[in-house]
């Protein structure tokens, strides 16, 4: 199984700045010229939802101010400016083969 | 748009079986992708349980080794989870999603928790 490891578990960042949350996966998640990289945010009682696909592309109506990065088996999400409704949980997760398997969390807050 | 939907019993018993059902609107399951079940636990660690294809083909999470059974009916365009000889550990909130492209889990069911307790 490819594992993903996410760091910082917690985090918290003042209202304006910047977050930056890492996963680091066991092997390369790159296949075809894509990084099958996603990340998902999660507030409580919901659902995740799709923030990044492929690495670098935004999900479905996802603000500009979530960009994803990276390749192979590094990757970053950042969040900037920080807004209060940026409050949650964070997951990314690699979709390259089975298991499909998720990193365990960062829990973002504000400063 | 596509709209999945969980239900099932809220506590199971340890050595019985969990059941859940998706329940779909918007899209046809047997058009296309995958249609998934994932679960995440107290303490929010997720785990990717598999999936029955449009084609309905299955892969499973080795993990769950013989215990699990994704089946549909695609007449009433539901697809379903079966997971034998439930423990504890097995409680969870259970969801259901659907891929895209990429094979990212775009649409999710709002989930639904499951207690294994006697």
């Known amino acids: 199984d490819i594992v993903l490891t996410q760091s910082p578990a917690s985090l918290a960042v003042s209202l304006g700045q910047r977050a930056t949350i890492s996963c680091r996966a066991s092997?390369?998640?790159?296949?075809?010229?894509?990084?099958?990289m996603n990340w998902f945010q999660q507030k409580p009682g919901q659902p995740p939802k799709l923030l990044i696909y492929a690495a670098s592309n935004q999900g479905s109506g996802v603000p500009a101010r979530f960009t994803g990065s990276g390749s192979g088996t590094d990757f970053s999400l950042n969040i900037h400016p920080m807004e209060e409704d940026d409050t949650a949980m964070y997951f990314c997760?690699?979709?390259?083969?089975?298991?499909?398997?998720f990193g365990g969390g960062t829990k973002l807050e504000i400063k | 748009d596509v709209q999945l939907q969980e239900s099932g019993p809220g506590l199971v018993k340890p050595s019985q079986s969990l059941s859940l059902t998706c329940s779909v609107t918007?899209?046809?399951?047997?058009?296309?992708?995958?249609w998934n079940w994932i679960r995440q636990f107290p303490g929010n660690k997720l785990e990717w349980m598999g999936y029955i294809s449009y084609d309905g083909s299955n892969n499973y999470n080795p993990s769950l080794k013989n215990r699990i059974s994704i089946t549909r009916d695609t007449s009433k365009n539901q697809f379903f989870l079966r997971l034998n000889s439930v423990t504890t550990e097995d409680t969870a909130t259970y969801y259901c999603a659907r891929v895209r492209g990429n094979y990212e889990f775009a649409y999710w069911g709002q989930g639904t928790l499951v207690t294994v307790s006697a």
């Open positions: 918007g899209y046809s399951i047997i058009n296309s992708y995958y």
């Open positions: 997760q690699q979709s390259k083969e089975v298991p499909y398997t």
């Open positions: 092997e390369s998640v790159d296949n075809y010229g894509i990084s099958f």
